[in-house]
Nanobody
Framework: QVQLVESGGGLVQTGGSLRLSCVAS????????MGWFRQAPGKEREFVAA????????YYSDSVKGRFTISRDNAKNTMYLQMNSLKPEDTAVYYC?????????????????WGQGTQVTVSS
């Protein structure tokens, strides 16, 4: 049974940092492209970042580029999202997901397994 479990969310002030973790079980992360998405209240879920299977290439939304970094530790079967210079508009529930289809890193339907999410709140 595949499970993705996020952690590391919390309340932080503007300009602060958080590191989210996504621990996988039932699958080997290194064999898949993986992504992070977020959903703010009243808004659609949106792409944040993705990393390809070889870790050679990562992708970011324009809103987080230069502030967030996606990475993974294959030995721990864990993916991370380092978030720096946080802004109130980064407030959302953050989800990790496994991508099963090539191309379109920002396309939600290309991801099949999702975690339960972790809340990130950035106060102004």
């Amino acid at each position: 049974q595949v499970q993705l479990v996020e952690s590391g969310g919390g309340l932080v002030q503007t300009g602060g940092s958080l590191r989210l973790s996504c621990v996988a079980s039932g699958l080997t992360l290194s064999r898949y492209e993986m992504g992070w998405f977020r959903q703010a209240p009243g808004k659609e879920r949106e792409f944040v970042a993705a990393i390809n299977w070889s870790d050679a290439v990562s992708y970011y939304s324009d809103s987080v580029k230069g502030r967030f970094t996606i990475s993974r530790d294959n030995a721990k079967n864990t993916m991370y999202l380092q978030m720096n210079s946080l802004k109130p508009e980064d407030t959302a529930v953050y989800y990790c997901a496994r991508k099963y289809r090539s191309g379109g890193y920002y396309v939600l339907r290309y991801y099949d397994y999702w975690g339960q999410g972790t809340q990130v709140t950035v106060s102004s």
